[in-house]
């Protein structure tokens, strides 16, 4: 019993049977496809994509315990191509000499690089290997197109506040594989405190349960309070991984929350993104870039508040910078939104690849020699400041993209005068 207890109790408490397993109700259900394959032990290669302490090892330890297959599992964080290659001889001898097939289950499969995915799929194609893998990140961004193409992928949700408290409650109880023989007296709200401590994440619910019953332990106390788990858990876990799908979605969360005018989810985003460590510079980035494409020329100054924030976050760094953000957010929140300098831009980088390199116009062509000018350089070019307005009735586009009007202007903020400019509505752009 002694040398059991000193095995961290996240790893003792993973369930034993399908019914133990709390969560992922919409893949277990009776009758749902991941439920039958593991009934069945019929097998395919598929990925299990999830967030951490969601279930994925524990799964695949599950279906290893009812599989006829020979079991192999590593990790993609410790072994490289040497290790795949023995593994895939061990499976071949299987194959040919038992007629058994090898189930290989490896965790963290985004860590291997493509030339080590590559080694598997001969042996996936062949059916000498079933491959099941593990993984945080997203499978379309992380996998070789071909080796994903060979692979079911099922998805793991985040675990609820409810789902981390039942487990919690159950390593509270069980006095053979969790915390019982202690007789601690922990309420469900302390239970639900640590759950939303760990963000879903069912192993560090339970490493944090851990530490807060060997903070009892230590002080002789068997009754929990709310200031003995801020002793075991000191903060929050922020979930954030600055190159994972986490990282973008939270940037996308914050660009689409500004766009639709609302700085509250926009302060909540940023904020999501700087309390977990995100480097403020990128978002600073994101934000200039959010001024030219989301409002460009409906407010001319957004362009103007974002460098300056960007700027106040150079000089004088966090957690100071944090509040420029913060201001930028909110002003970028309440500017008038409009895209049509973006749709501009891209109208004219469509015509500038997908259409013949038209020469330059002659009387649009500088002529520093007398031999350019010979040649008709210059010739015909109408200075715009000797006319009355300003402008001169001069085509500036090739002959062939004449009739092209890339720029269209809301009738948002300062692009609505721009509107009534282009539509002769006003001679000349109000000083204001």
């Given at each position: 019993?002694?040398?059991?207890?000193?095995?961290?109790?996240?790893?003792?408490?993973?369930?034993?049977?399908?019914?133990?397993?709390?969560?992922?109700?919409?893949?277990?259900?009776?009758?749902?496809?991941?439920?039958?394959?593991?009934?069945?032990?019929?097998?395919?290669?598929?990925?299990?994509?999830?967030?951490?302490?969601?279930?994925?090892?524990?799964?695949?330890?599950?279906?290893?315990?009812?599989?006829?297959?020979?079991?192999?599992?590593?990790?993609?964080?410790?072994?490289?191509?040497?290790?795949?290659?023995?593994?895939?001889?061990?499976?071949?001898?299987?194959?040919?000499?038992?007629?058994?097939?090898?189930?290989?289950f490896v965790d963290e499969i985004h860590r291997f690089n493509r030339a080590q995915q590559d080694a598997f799929l001969p042996y996936v194609e062949s059916g000498t290997i079933v491959l099941i893998g593990a993984t945080t990140e997203n499978p379309s961004f992380e996998l070789n197109s071909a080796l994903l193409s060979r692979l079911k992928v099922f998805v793991l949700e985040e675990l609820t506040i409810d789902h981390v408290g039942a487990i919690?409650?159950?390593?509270?109880?069980?006095?053979?594989?969790?915390?019982?023989?202690?007789?601690?007296?922990?309420?469900?709200?302390?239970?639900?405190?640590?759950?939303?401590?760990?963000?879903?994440?069912?192993?560090?619910?339970?490493?944090?349960l851990e530490l807060l019953a060997g903070v009892l332990k230590r002080r002789g106390i068997k009754t929990a309070t709310e200031e003995h788990i801020k002793d075991a858990v000191q903060q929050a876990v922020l979930k954030y991984d600055k190159t994972g799908e986490h990282h973008y979605n939270l940037v996308s969360a914050l660009h689409k929350s500004i766009r639709n005018s609302d700085p509250d989810a926009g302060l909540y985003w940023l904020a999501?993104?700087?309390?977990?460590?995100?480097?403020?510079?990128?978002?600073?980035?994101?934000?200039?870039?959010?001024?030219?494409?989301?409002?460009?020329?409906?407010?001319?100054?957004?362009?103007?508040?974002?460098?300056?924030?960007?700027?106040?976050?150079?000089?004088?760094?966090?957690?100071?910078?944090?509040?420029?953000?913060?201001?930028?957010?909110?002003?970028?929140?309440?500017?008038?939104?409009?895209?049509?300098?973006?749709?501009?831009?891209?109208?004219?980088?469509?015509?500038?690849?997908?259409?013949?390199?038209?020469?330059?116009?002659?009387?649009?062509?500088?002529?520093?020699?007398?031999?350019?000018?010979?040649?008709?350089?210059?010739?015909?070019?109408?200075?715009?400041?000797?006319?009355?307005?300003?402008?001169?009735?001069?085509?500036?586009?090739?002959?062939?993209?004449?009739?092209?009007?890339?720029?269209?202007?809301?009738?948002?903020?300062?692009?609505?005068?721009?509107?009534?400019?282009?539509?002769?509505?006003?001679?000349?752009?109000?000083?204001?």
């Open positions: 019993m002694a040398k059991t207890q000193q095995i961290p109790l996240a790893e003792r408490m993973r369930p034993a049977t399908l019914d133990e397993f709390v969560g992922q109700e919409r893949l277990l259900a009776p009758g749902s496809l991941l439920r039958q394959i593991i009934e069945a032990d019929e097998i395919p290669s598929f990925i299990l994509w999830g967030p951490p302490g969601t279930g994925k090892t524990t799964l695949a330890r599950l279906l290893a315990s009812r599989t006829d297959g020979v079991w192999i599992a590593f990790s993609a964080v410790t072994s490289g191509i040497k290790e795949i290659k023995g593994v895939m001889s061990e499976a071949e001898a299987h194959f040919n000499f038992g007629g058994k097939r090898t189930i290989l919690l409650r159950r390593a509270v109880d069980d006095s053979e594989r969790g915390l019982g023989r202690l007789g601690l007296e922990i309420e469900d709200d302390i239970l639900r405190g640590i759950a939303v401590y760990s963000s879903g994440d069912a192993r560090t619910a339970l490493n944090s999501r993104m700087l309390e977990a460590g995100e480097d403020p510079m990128f978002i600073a980035r994101r934000l200039v870039r959010f001024a030219s494409e989301d409002i460009g020329l409906a407010h001319p100054q957004a362009l103007e508040q974002t460098v300056a924030a960007m700027h106040a976050v150079d000089l004088i760094g966090m957690p100071e910078g944090k509040l420029a953000l913060a201001q930028s957010v909110v002003f970028l929140s309440y500017c008038p939104k409009s895209n049509a300098v973006y749709r501009a831009y891209n109208a004219a980088a469509a015509d500038a690849h997908n259409t013949l390199q038209y020469p330059v116009p002659l009387h649009l062509r500088n002529a520093p020699t007398s031999l350019m000018k010979d040649i008709g350089y210059s010739k015909g070019y109408k200075y715009a400041h000797d006319f009355k307005e300003g402008v001169a009735d001069m085509q500036c586009l090739p002959t062939e993209l004449s009739d092209r009007r890339y720029f269209e202007p809301s009738a948002r903020g300062f692009e609505g005068k721009l509107r009534k400019l282009k539509q002769g509505q006003e001679r000349s752009l109000p000083e204001d």
